[in-house]
């Protein structure tokens, strides 16, 4: 079965430090990878997404930045967090066939606060 | 462009209960995906079911129903006998298979389950 890790789970960080979040998918293979951000008490703001290594989508100019190093690794970082980053990360795979029943699978998501 | 619409913001109902979760979507798209979420206070986003813009009958996964309503563009998602666990947020999705892999969240119905 699949199973899909993000840390660190909880994050506390000052404004201008970068950060680094981690996701990784285990039990499929070339999956599709999303990063989403969701403010206290809203719905989920698509980041970014990725169908192959290497290969981004950037869905919402900001200060952030997504890389694919590996197949099954998704990672979300940031030269300088600001205060507005501060938030709930989720990251999610699919299978990407591009049928309309493929269903994304979230991971348990990494709440960073900037200070 | 495709939109999802959840106009109930927080719902109650009592233990044992059924209660009916609304969503309305707009595509001009004739194939599409609709999917429901749970996010409990944990914050990990939970796939509970999908329905398909073909699929002749309602899906059904447990306790969990959609009511499927092609003309009025609506998937309302249905909990019979409610549980104390399922106190939690809810989201509604659309996938178009024309579009990307992108999944349109709703804005989310927070469900509180009273004893």
């Known amino acids: 079965s699949q199973t899909i890790h993000q840390w660190p789970a909880t994050l506390v960080q000052p404004v201008g430090s970068p950060l680094s979040l981690e996701c990784t998918v285990e039990g499929t293979s070339n999956p599709n990878l999303y990063w989403y951000r969701q403010a206290a008490g809203r719905g989920l703001q698509l980041l970014f997404y990725s169908v192959g290594i290497g290969q981004i989508s950037s869905e919402v100019p900001q200060n952030l930045s997504a890389s694919r190093p590996q197949d099954r690794q998704f990672i979300l970082s940031s030269k300088k967090l600001l205060l507005s980053d501060s938030g709930f990360y989720l990251c999610?795979?699919?299978?990407?066939?591009?049928?309309?029943?493929?269903?994304?699978?979230f991971g348990p998501g990494t709440r960073l606060t900037v200070l | 462009a495709q939109k999802i619409t959840q106009t109930q913001p927080g719902m109650f109902v009592q233990e044992k209960e059924a209660v009916t979760l609304d969503c309305t979507y707009d595509t001009s798209d004739q194939s599409y995906g609709l999917f429901w979420y749970k996010q409990p206070s944990s914050g990990e986003m939970i796939f509970l079911i999908y329905q398909g813009s073909y699929d002749e009958q309602n899906a059904t996964e447990g306790r969990y129903s959609l009511n499927f309503q092609k003309a009025r563009k609506s998937a309302n998602l249905v909990i019979s006998a409610s549980q104390l666990g399922d106190s939690a947020m809810y989201f509604c999705a659309m996938r178009e298979p024309y579009n990307t892999d992108k999944l349109i969240f709703g804005t989310g119905t927070r469900l509180q389950v009273f004893p």
């Open positions: 999610a795979w699919g299978h990407g066939t591009g049928a309309i029943t493929d269903t994304q699978y």
